[in-house]
């Protein structure tokens, strides 16, 4: 398994409806709104780092609103 974290920034107005977009795509556990340099943060669990680039490329960075990300991969 393959637990990794994608910080998402939002364009202004947007992180409600991100979050809850971000969620419902499969192997997003989690997705919070968060204060700081970032406005979103998703937790993903999956099978293997190509589902995370998956998910981060095409699934999160294809959604409408979404001004840039950064994934990180845990290593524990």
């Known amino acids: 398994m393959v637990t990794a974290y994608v910080m998402i920034k939002a364009n202004t107005g947007e992180a409600d409806r991100l979050r809850d ?41 294809g959604i409408s609103g979404v001004e840039d990300t950064q994934t990180y991969i845990a290593m524990d």
């Open 21 to 61: 977009s971000v969620e419902e795509i499969e192997g997003v556990e989690s997705a919070h709104i968060v204060a700081g340099d970032v406005d979103i943060i998703a937790k993903l669990d999956v099978d293997s780092p190509a589902r995370v680039k998956e998910i981060a490329a095409d699934g999160i960075q």
